[in-house]
């Protein structure tokens, strides 16, 4: 069995793979929560570990004596070219991501669209080459940055039930500006890679994922996975190599 495991800014995700197959999936809001399963998961024989904090460091620590551990860094080998000119600054959930979707459609140009903490674009080429994208403030993130940076706005969460394009609330204009100003920022930037690269698959995948996906007017396919999915076929391609 496999254990990939995704630390994330506000979660952390645990995979367990039988092969390519996912057998289960769990999400944890702190490492000793993390710690404390890691103790239920049997027949495990190799691990992958991305992070985008330092919270990872105590979790090997623990377990590089149980099984094979790999720390994904710009170094660990992957099944596309990475054509990033900062590749020291790539988050390793970005590069991920990207490899879990040309993995699901190779031999395609895939945008893949990554809803979390910031909206990350990742675009690689339909010959496997990963060139970047984007990186924008996400849902929560503009809601925090406007009540932060002003003197009257109030806090507010993320309403994933909240469709209005015209807010008639000051409450109800700051969820459209931030939500619906998302999934209109998304379906453009969309738009765009679709007149540059026809044939292109659109993968949506994030903890906003699913609300992205209620507004998006192009065409995708939502992989709530995609991410623990590539960095599984990371960690084969490792080990296969």
Request: glycine share 8%; with cysteine.
């Amino acid at each position: 069995m496999n254990l990939v495991l995704d630390f994330g800014n506000s979660r952390i995700k645990a995979g367990l793979f039988n092969g390519t197959s996912l057998e289960e999936m769990h999400v944890f809001t702190s490492v000793t929560d993390l710690a404390h399963a890691l103790d239920t998961f049997n027949g495990i024989a190799r691990c992958i570990v991305a992070s985008v904090t330092q919270q990872h460091q105590q979790v090997i620590e623990s377990c590089q004596s149980r099984f094979n551990i790999v720390l994904f860094s710009h170094n660990t080998p992957i099944p596309l070219k990475n054509l990033y000119k900062s590749v020291l600054t790539l988050g390793s959930d970005r590069l991920a991501a990207a490899v879990g979707a040309f993995t699901r459609y190779p031999g395609r140009p895939v945008l893949t669209i990554d809803a979390g903490t910031c909206l990350k674009y990742n675009f690689v080429t339909a010959g496997g080459e990963y060139l970047g994208g984007a990186i924008s403030p996400g849902i929560p993130m503009r809601l925090k940055a406007m009540h932060h940076y002003t003197h009257s706005l109030p806090l507010l969460k993320i309403n994933n039930s909240y469709d209005k394009l015209t807010g008639t609330t000051t409450e109800e204009s700051l969820l459209s500006g931030a939500m619906m100003g998302a999934a209109c920022e998304a379906d453009e930037m969309i738009s765009r890679y679709f007149h540059l690269y026809p044939a292109l698959v659109v993968v949506v995948t994030g903890g906003d994922g699913e609300f992205l996906c209620r507004q998006l007017k192009n065409r995708f396919f939502a992989h709530q996975n995609i991410l623990l999915e590539g960095l599984n076929t990371i960690l084969n391609y490792q080990f296969e190599k």
